[in-house]
């Protein structure tokens, strides 16, 4: 079974200040991808990784795939309290018969104070 | 506005009652999914389907019985349910079945689901 773990579980922070958030497994994924959920709403795509030590970044955004593609994280830069919200992970493997599967990670809760 | 919409939004039942919840999407899609996301557990992908046939089950109790009469619609069919079952649940399409790792997957808004 593959499993990302995810921290920290909750942050709270000011706005204008700076935050990691960090998926870490000990499985290898072909992609990973991160997602932010709004209070009532479904998780919306943000970013896929693809290649070991990828990094890409989205306005004040920056995502990281790390070399050995077991790890990421994603790094916001003076967060602001529309960045609010649950970010998601989720690593991608080959089930067979010609797909692939996402596993998810339990989320970070994100609380930017105006 | 991801162009996949769930009805109802909230729904409370009692565990005896029997309900059905619903999904459609608007953008030509093939793949389609239903996942539980629950307090303090990972989203769990319950069932896929691809052009209307089942492909995955991932050991969900009878309890719950998917639906799939088109490509664009999906139903959940709950029956008996407990209360441990109370969760959001979340369906989402992709173009196809998830032949590639950067496909992506688009969400509906869920239903947020209350069983007494």
């Known amino acids: 079974t593959q499993l990302l773990e995810q921290s920290p579980q909750f942050l709270s922070i000011q706005e204008g200040e700076n935050l990691t958030v960090y998926c870490n497994s000990s499985s290898v994924f072909s992609s990973l991808q991160w997602y932010r959920q709004e209070p009532g709403e479904g998780p919306v795509l943000l970013v896929t990784?693809?290649?070991?030590?990828e990094v890409k970044k989205l306005k004040r955004l920056t995502f990281q795939f790390g070399d050995a593609r077991k790890d990421s994280s994603l790094h916001i830069t003076a967060a602001q309290p529309g960045d609010t919200g649950l970010y998601l992970c989720a690593g991608a493997a080959y089930s067979g018969a010609g797909s692939y599967q996402l596993t998810f990670g339990k989320g970070t809760k994100l609380s930017v104070i105006p | 506005e991801t162009g996949v919409t769930q009805t109802p939004r909230h729904l409370v039942m009692g565990m005896t009652n029997k309900k059905s919840l619903k999904c459609e999407q608007h953008l030509g899609h093939n793949a389609m999914y239903w996942y539980k996301q629950s307090a303090k557990k990972p989203l769990e992908l319950m069932f896929v389907?691809?052009?209307?046939?089942?492909?995955e089950n991932n050991s969900v109790p009878s309890r719950f019985s998917p639906e799939c009469p088109n490509s664009s619609h999906l139903f959940l069919h709950l029956h008996t349910l407990q209360p441990e079952d109370s969760a959001l649940y979340l369906c989402?399409?992709?173009?196809?079945?998830?032949?590639?790792?950067?496909?992506?997957?688009?969400f509906g808004p869920g239903t947020r689901l209350t069983v007494l």
């Open positions: 990784v693809v290649t070991g030590g």
């Open positions: 989402a399409s992709s173009q196809d079945l998830w032949g590639f790792s950067t496909d992506t997957q688009y």
């Open positions: 389907y691809s052009l209307e046939e089942r492909v």
